[in-house]
């Protein structure tokens, strides 16, 4: 009887032992990724894959120019994910391809290495420099010259015809004559009816030529404060400025408006048309924040909350006599942190949500922060050319800088992710925006970010002006547990492990020590 009990006990034990350490992970197994409602004129990403990726060539032909470096949206495409990308796409796994990738920030984050290789570089500078008594140590003398070109420079910001070199005094009084807008060089034909890039805004683009020469304007004043920079001054109704923050003060002693917008949207990384419709094409990161309502059995966890990496930027409405602008300012993967035009028409399902409007002497001191991080991110780019994408991750994404400048206006920062590497911000001449970096919540270690950051990282406060099918739903169920206090993180697999390790050795001493019961009792 002991042995029958025992066999029948231990086959039985084998079967919950198993239960416990891989039940939990295909707790998500049964949740379908919804494929509607959809917005008009929009079709999912996967849809237009399902259609195209037996096409010859076209699946290659996308991830090729999803690799390309430019201005065509905020998500780097870095091998790693390229990879994933392409698994998806020819494993058929649609529902994967919707919440594409589905990573946390620790396993998105590609340049982790390679930051710490260049601190270590960096490090090895400082002994050098501590060899030679003439070269201070942590200054950047023992790296760069005290002189830049514009052509070094070129790779790291738009001057427009504007020279390093060359001092000069512009005037805004008369209209810009540089081109208006057009398509050359942002749109693409992939075949099949697939397009990338977008087409002009119908508001912003009439105003390209002004905008224009607004960014490069606003680039050069911030170059000023370069070593060597020859000095650039801009002239409005007879008023001068040397910087843009003065520039800012002559445009609204001059009858001018500006507003300085604090802008989010949903990042769009692929910037895809297919048949004339836009292609929704988020790029997903799990939040490790748990959906109430969505635990799977006894054992499995709850289905953590995946949410469309978003983009952030300032953004300048110039109004007046003179001068009608609108520019925006961000540090994007083209390596570049500037002053940018923004008159492309966002795709509809992007959004846009103003989470900050600054005015007076409030627009004035966003535009001076803007102007010194401009400098900084110059000085980072001299001082470390190696850095692949410009620095883009280990320097900070586009919300980085946007988050430092919130935190120093508000006391809040409220994006997510933020990437930048604090110790590479350790040029003395950067104090002011060194402080401001190291001051905001960082996602390189894949801790869980605050929800506050998640929910103000969003393009709007409406879950339901949310088109993207099923994040509406999975957002206003976390709200409401953050709102309630009954929020809960979704454990870390290695935290999944060890729980299950634990319980099933629980669970075998214990029908061990039942059937070594039994077995003494029955002798």
């Known amino acids: 009887m002991g042995a029958l009990f025992s066999a029948t006990v231990c086959r039985r034990v084998c079967g919950v032992v198993l239960l416990i350490v891989i039940g ?26 399902r259609e195209l990726s037996a096409t010859p060539g076209f699946t290659d032909a996308l991830l090729a120019q999803l690799e390309k470096n430019g201005k065509q949206g905020p998500a780097l495409m870095t091998p790693a994910l390229i990879k994933r990308l392409r698994e998806l796409i020819l494993g058929k796994d649609w529902q994967g391809l919707d919440r594409f990738p589905g990573w946390t920030m620790r396993a998105i984050n590609p340049t982790v290495k390679i930051a710490g290789k260049v601190v270590a570089k960096d490090n090895a500078v400082g002994d050098l420099a501590a ?15 005290s002189s830049v070109s514009t052509e070094q420079m070129r790779e790291y910001i738009d001057l427009g015809g504007h020279s390093l070199e060359r001092a000069e005094t512009v005037g805004l009084d008369e209209p810009s004559n540089l081109p208006g807008f057009t398509t050359e060089g942002i749109v693409s034909e992939l075949g099949a009816g697939v397009v990338r890039g977008d087409g002009p805004n119908p508001r912003l683009a009439p105003r ?17 404060a370069l070593d060597g920079a020859a000095p650039m001054t801009v002239v409005v109704e007879e008023r001068k400025a040397a910087s843009p923050q003065e520039l800012m003060e002559a445009l609204m002693a001059t009858g001018h408006t500006v507003v300085v917008s604090d802008a989010r949207y949903f990042a769009n990384f692929g910037h895809l048309h ?12 799990d939040s490790q924040i748990a959906i109430p309502g969505t635990r799977q059995g006894v054992f499995g966890p709850a289905r953590s909350l995946l949410v469309p990496v978003s983009h952030a930027e300032y953004e300048w409405e110039i109004r007046g006599p003179k001068v009608n602008a609108d520019v ?7 390596g570049k942190a500037e002053f940018r035009t923004m008159d492309t028409l966002d795709q509809t399902w992007v959004l846009g949500r103003h989470a900050h409007e600054y005015r007076d002497a409030d627009a004035v001191e966003v535009t001076r922060l803007v102007g010194r991080m401009v400098i900084a ?14 620095g883009y991750y280990p320097l900070g994404v586009c919300q980085d800088g946007i988050a430092a400048i919130e935190k120093k206006m508000t006391g809040r920062a409220t994006l997510f992710p933020n990437t930048a590497e604090s110790s590479l911000f350790d040029d ?36 339901h002006a949310i088109t993207i099918p099923g994040f509406a739903a999975d957002l206003v169920a976390v709200h409401a547990a ?15 492990l060890t729980w299950r390790v634990i319980t099933a050795a629980s669970v075998v001493l214990l029908v061990g020590i039942v059937v070594w019961w039994r077995r003494r009792t029955n002798q």
């Open 208 to 224: 390209h030529a002004e905008s224009q020469r607004m960014a490069d304007a606003l680039n050069r004043l911030s170059m000023n």
């Open 482 to 496: 953050w709102q309630d206090g009954s929020l809960e993180r979704t454990p870390s697999w290695i935290r999944r």
């Open 274 to 285: 297919y048949k004339g419709r836009e292609v929704m094409m988020p790029f997903w990161v």
């Open 377 to 390: 991110y110059a000085h980072q780019h001299v001082a470390r050319p190696e850095l692949p994408f410009g």
């Open 131 to 145: 060899r030679h008594p003439g070269a201070p140590a942590g200054s950047d003398s023992m790296r760069v010259s």
């Open 328 to 334: 925006s300012y961000y540090f994007g993967i083209d």
């Open 428 to 463: 003395p001449r950067d104090a002011e925006i060194n402080a401001l970096i190291a001051a905001i919540p960082k996602d390189r270690s894949g801790g869980a970010p605050e929800p506050e950051r998640i929910f103000g990282s969003l393009p709007t406060t409406d879950f």
């Open 24 to 49: 939990c992970k295909g707790a998500n197994v049964s949740y379908v990724v919804p494929e509607g409602p959809m917005p008009p004129n929009t079709v999912l990403l996967a849809k237009m894959m």
